[in-house]
Every structure is written in structure tokens, then in C-alpha cells.
């Protein structure tokens, strides 16, 4: 059974870009969770999708944005992009919220 | 403030020794995950708890509801252990996946 699957797994903007990561859950998951890590401030939560609708949201300005298809997949949007958006950003699955969650590669961004 | 505390921050032992690593939280939670991160970046997910203790292999976690307090231990100690180890509280008022997490405790064993 496959795992989360994260990508890009590497990717380098400018800044004022703006750059879309994917994650697919693993199959049946419904769940889709997306977490920041840096240096300064580590693991910290983005927000979370369930069945295309998000759930919860961190605290995170505006450009941070995400969605979740039909099947599940789910994407993460940031837009004018800032030298402080450089981090890994991993996203987890679970079948439902509350579940197991289960945590992909990440796609490390670096803005430069 | 923080609402979980790791402790160590590091830690370095000689292969074979036993290794606790130490988890405290100040919220009511529904769930705890110990979490593993090895150089590169990928996170794996060693255990979910909610009360009580969980072994696999060689890893072992307890958890203390009361008294807010998890530990994760590894017994007989392997290069291959060497990673970042990560607490993560599921809150109990929240109805997701959005944890809080520690900031993490570096393993390093030694051969």
C-alpha cells in the first residue's frame, strides 16, 4: 500500500512567485493535514481537509491557502512569496480526522 | 509558551544503552504521537497514544493522563535509531489532525 506522497520533493521560487504543492493521501484516507517546519518555529499546523472541506485552519496570513479534491488529493497554495516561507512543508493523512495520521516526505521550498 | 516540552533537546549514547526521551504537555488531549524524523526530512509515525503503553520492536511509549506526561524509550540502542524524535498532542477540544508538537529531541548513537 503506498504512503503519502508528496510533491514536488525539492523546489526553489523567487520571491513574489507564488508555488502549489501536492499530497496524495494514502488510499481510502479522506483526511488531508498540512504542517510548516522551520528552524526557528518547527512542526507547526497549516490546516485541514475532510471530504473538500477544510476544517481547521492555523494561524497563517491569507496567501497560505489549500484545497481538497473529490479523491482526495489535496494541494497547498502560497502566493507572493517571502523569504521566511522557506521550510519543509509535510502533509498527513488519515482514513478520518481523529484517526492515525500518517505523514508524507515533505517538499522542502526554498525562496530565494 | 509552549505546549509541549521535550526533554532532552539532545541526546548521544553508545550503541546497546537504553534511552528514555521525555514528553510533557499543559492541555487536555485526545491523543498523543511519537514521531521520527531521520535527515532528509520524512516524518513516520512510531505510535498513537491514549492511555495506557504501546511496544513495537524495540521502541516502547507510555502515557500518563494525569499526570500530562508521555515517555518514549528504546532499548538497546542502534546507529540506525539516530533521528529527531518528535512529541505531537492531538488537543481533546479539537475535532482533527491539528496537533501541537514539541520541538523535538536529536539522537545521535554512537557505534
Known amino acids: 500500500k503506498a504512503g503519502v506522497t508528496q510533491t514536488p520533493r525539492y523546489l526553489i521560487k523567487t520571491r513574489g512567485q507564488q508555488v502549489t504543492l501536492s499530497c496524495s493521501p494514502i488510499s481510502g484516507h479522506r483526511s488531508v493535514s498540512w504542517y510548516q517546519q522551520t528552524p526557528g518555529q518547527g512542526l507547526q499546523f497549516l490546516f485541514e481537509y475532510f471530504s473538500e472541506t477544510q476544517r481547521n485552519k492555523g494561524n497563517f496570513p491569507g496567501r497560505f491557502s489549500g484545497r481538497q479534491f473529490s479523491n482526495s488529493r489535496s494541494e497547498m497554495n502560497v502566493s507572493t512569496l517571502e523569504l521566511g516561507d522557506s521550510a519543509l512543508y509535510l502533509c498527513a493523512s488519515s482514513l478520518i480526522p481523529r484517526s492515525e495520521a500518517f505523514f508524507g516526505q515533505g517538499t522542502r521550498l526554498t525562496v530565494v | 509558551k509552549n505546549e509541549v516540552e521535550q526533554s532532552p533537546q539532545n541526546l548521544t549514547a553508545q550503541e546497546g544503552e537504553f534511552i528514555t526521551i521525555n514528553c510533557s504537555y499543559s492541555?487536555?488531549?485526545?491523543?498523543l504521537h511519537w514521531l521520527q524524523q531521520h535527515p532528509g526530512g520524512g516524518i513516520v509515525s512510531l505510535f498513537m497514544?491514549?492511555?495506557g503503553k504501546k511496544k513495537h520492536g524495540r521502541l516502547i511509549a507510555t502515557i500518563n493522563i494525569q499526570e500530562k506526561h508521555s515517555s518514549l524509550h528504546i532499548t538497546a540502542s542502534h546507529p540506525r535509531d539516530s533521528a529527531v524524535y518528535i512529541c505531537?498532542?492531538?488537543?481533546?477540544?479539537?475535532?482533527?489532525?491539528?496537533?501541537?508538537f514539541g520541538t523535538g529531541t536529536s539522537l545521535t548513537v554512537i557505534p
Open positions: 492541555v487536555g488531549i485526545s491523543a
Open positions: 505531537a498532542v492531538r488537543p481533546g477540544t479539537n475535532t482533527g489532525n491539528q496537533f501541537y
Open positions: 497514544l491514549s492511555s
